[in-house]
Nanobody, 126 residues
């Protein structure tokens, strides 16, 4: 199974970016999916997640600015990021797990989540 993330880049503060993550290898349409980020010198943290049936959850720092969605037919998860801030600068990773709790209650141990994609860098300039 591979999770292929794309859509990162450089944007000015206040701008928008959209990330996508496509699954290949075997379908994960029944898995919870999410986005995490890791800034330099910081631990990886949950940004947003979505259960297989569409319940969403977000980090407090991105509520009202970011929106996660999924297309189970294409086995793809998206992250729309608006009103970006320099503090949003990080490598963003998509992830999937049979249990939504593994994403929603992530404690920092990457081995607790079944599938990870490669990261995509988001840089927000001030």
């Amino acid at each position: 199974v591979q999770l292929q993330a794309s859509g990162g880049g450089l944007v000015q503060a206040g701008g928008s970016l959209s990330l996508s993550c496509e699954v290949s290898g075997r379908p994960l349409s029944q898995h919870a999916k999410g986005w995490f980020r890791q800034a330099p010198g910081k631990e990886r943290e949950l940004v947003a997640g979505i259960t297989w049936n569409g319940r969403t959850f977000y980090a407090d720092s991105v509520k009202g600015r970011f929106s996660i969605s999924r297309d189970n037919a294409d086995d793809t998860v998206y992250l729309q990021m608006n009103s970006l801030k320099p503090d949003d600068t990080a490598v963003y990773y998509c992830a999937a797990d049979p249990q939504s709790g593994a994403l929603e209650y992530y404690t920092g141990y990457s081995g607790s989540i079944y599938y990870w994609g490669q990261g995509t860098l988001v840089t927000v300039s001030s």
